[in-house]
């Protein structure tokens, strides 16, 4: 029978030949995920279960990553439960403060996903690892619990939907806009319980860290997991780093899509998400009347490397507008390095802006940048529910790193045209 | 188990950020949680919602992160049943296993108003509204949820299969 990339590796995690959506399965997982807000829960969960042991020490990696570095006694308190863990049950794949980063830019580049790999994580965007061809999926915390004793978990096949991206990508165009376009048209359940498939010349032509960026927000549209075919970038990715064998699995010519959709890539503009969901996507031409307060550069979305150069770009010699505050966050510790070793983080100290250590942060309101009654944000997060980056009367508007550079400048929602001209 | 209780009413699309607001999750305790319960959807609700009242809301109910502290605090807050067109699917999960009841029922939906009271037989899946009689039926679960359902929750689940 032919099955979709998603199908096959589940079939293969579940020791069967074959699998069709709305069957349940009961898959091995290879790696098991949690942070810490999620991880506590599940460790309280675990004790529950009696068992002395964990199903395998290296295969569970713990992030302290949401409030930390600690922004007060109780998330302190909730981290030192994953560290005192991790030393407890002689988890490997333990990061400490110094040594972390966002979970979801950490793990791929410290090589615990590869092509083909079933993860599951205590965190809804552990979706991001299906840009190197793993099916991942966020789970709840007893989940988590029970993954941890057992080294399985309950899923149900998913459906798959198919994404096609045709023409060329037009200059600043990446993958946050891809994704944000694509939510904007099938809503945010448009695939929900279900495999986002993305394929096409244009997404062949992206980058890693913008094939992570995409796949990171199939959950902004209610999907179970985003995936990637595994090529030749993929491959440059893993190499060097990941550490066990991996498989590459591809979709069969004849496997058969719930839906299929088509994009001409070729005249599409930055995007933007308006508040109060990740579906109120407009083109940035049409919403640069919006004053700002505070741009973030960051999160699991875009705190990577590319990112980082984009912002950048935009931002050498420039100065962040007067009243705006600029805060930029390095998703790992290597990416903030790297950052620094190549002068991005001198460009946006000397445009005015902050560098923080790696931290989720204000993505989720939780440090580092929360908002007032009635201010608003050009963030590249994933998210922009009500309240999310602060006061429930806050706004946040969703966007790429060189919509969210421009818009510091120009403080207003601008595009990356306004402050380089037409020849970039 | 039957459930009566009065009913307050949300939208499409409730997300876990107005379910449980992240600035209140550098706590787990699900008691100092559900003093924030949908706070920033409905201030009124936890101020006045009474144990074994409802919830029925739209589509889509709970999308967003993947934190249990979302049914974790629903359940805290006295709520015995949340009735949705759809639920996100980690939102989903985490309730049957945390042994929150919920169910989908589109019609229930459509007709219930604020206030109204229903009666609610979980293992049928039944509906009643008490004041006009009508009764709707919830889709049924499928059977893996329902075996973690009668074990009491996935932890239950997990500790009789390792025993095994
Ligand atoms: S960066 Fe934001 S979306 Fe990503 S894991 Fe952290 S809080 Fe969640």
Redesign the interface.
């Known amino acids: 029978m032919a099955m979709t990339m998603t199908e096959k590796i589940l079939a293969a995690h579940a020791g069967k030949k074959e699998v069709k959506p709305g069957e349940l399965i009961k898959a091995r997982v290879d790696l098991v995920l949690g942070n810490d807000i999620t991880a506590p829960v599940a460790i309280k969960e675990f004790a529950k279960i009696g068992t002395d042991q964990v199903f395998d020490r290296e295969r569970i990696a713990l992030v302290p990553d949401h409030f930390t570095p600690n922004k007060d006694i109780k998330s302190a308190e909730q981290a030192k439960i994953l560290r005192d863990f991790a030393r407890q049950y002689g988890i490997v794949h333990y990061f400490e403060i110094g040594r972390m980063g966002i979970e979801h830019c950490l793990l791929p580049e410290q090589g615990l996903v590869g092509p083909g790999d079933l993860v599951i994580g205590a965190d809804s965007h552990t979706c991001t690892y299906g840009a190197l061809g793993a099916f991942s999926t966020g789970v709840g915390s007893t989940d988590m619990a029970a993954a941890m004793a057992l080294g399985e978990v309950w899923l149900k096949v998913p459906p798959s939907l198919r994404f096609h991206y045709y023409g060329s990508l037009p200059p600043w165009v990446g993958g946050k806009d891809l994704i944000l376009y694509t939510i904007g048209q099938i809503g945010v359940d448009g695939a929900l319980y279900s495999a986002m498939e993305f394929t096409g010349e244009a997404v062949s032509a992206l980058t890693m860290d913008d094939r992570f960026t995409m796949a990171n927000m199939a959950i902004e549209a209610g999907a179970k997991n985003g995936i990637f075919p595994v090529d030749e970038k993929t491959l440059a990715y893993i190499e060097g780093r990941l550490k066990r064998s991996y498989k590459v699995y591809q979709s069969d010519p004849e496997a058969e899509y719930a839906k299929e959709y088509e994009f001409d890539v070729s005249r599409l503009e930055p995007q933007v998400a308006l508040p109060h969901l990740p579906e109120n996507v407009r083109p940035v031409s049409e919403v640069t009347g919006v004053y700002i307060d505070q741009v973030v550069i960051g999160s699991c979305t875009n705190g990577r490397i590319k990112d980082l150069r984009e912002a950048a770009e935009i931002l050498k010699g420039r100065k962040v507008h007067p009243e705006v505050r600029l805060i930029v966050i390095p998703g790992t510790q290597e990416i903030y390095l790297q950052a620094l070793q190549e002068g991005l983080v001198a460009i946006f100290i000397e445009a005015g802006g902050v560098v923080s250590t790696p931290t989720c942060g204000p993505c989720l309101g939780g440090h580092m940048g929360i908002m007032a009654r009635g201010e608003k944000a050009v963030a590249t997060t994933n998210r922009n529910f009500i309240g999310r980056m602060g006061h429930p009367e806050s706004e946040v508007y969703l966007a790429g790193p060189a919509v969210a550079a421009a818009s510091a400048v120009k403080g207003r929602i601008a595009h990356p045209k306004e402050v380089l001209g037409n020849d970039h | 188990m039957i459930i009566k209780g009065k009913v307050w009413r949300f939208g499409d ?1 409730i ?1 876990t ?2 379910i449980i ?3 209140y ?4 305790d699900p008691k100092e949680l559900a003093a924030h319960c949908l706070e ?2 409905n201030p009124e609700f936890v101020r006045k919602v009474q144990p074994g009242e409802i919830i029925v809301a739209g ?2 109910f709970g ?7 979302a049914p ?1 605090t629903i359940k805290a807050a006295g709520i015995a049943c949340v009735i949705a067109v ?1 639920f ?3 939102f989903y ?2 309730a049957i ?2 042994g929150l009841p919920i169910l989908e029922a589109e019609e229930a939906v459509r007709e219930v108003r604020e206030g109204a009271v229903l009666e609610i037989n979980l293992e049928e899946g039944k509906i009643i509204h008490v004041e006009t009689g009508r009764v709707y039926r919830a889709a049924p679960f ?3 949820m329902q075996e ?1 359902i009668t074990a009491g ?3 239950p ?3 009789s ?2 025993s095994r």
Do not use: M, Q
């Not at chain 2, 999750?25 to 787990?28: D, E, I, K, P, Y």
């Not at chain 2, 999308?63 to 502290?69: I, M, P, Q, V």
């Open positions: 699309n997300d950020d107005l607001p992240a600035r999750l550098n706590t787990s920033d959807a589509k889509n999308c967003g992160s993947s934190r249990e502290h974790l759809s996100a699917r980690i999960r985490n296993n945390i499928p059977g893996f973690i929750g996935l932890i689940y997990v500790r299969r390792l």
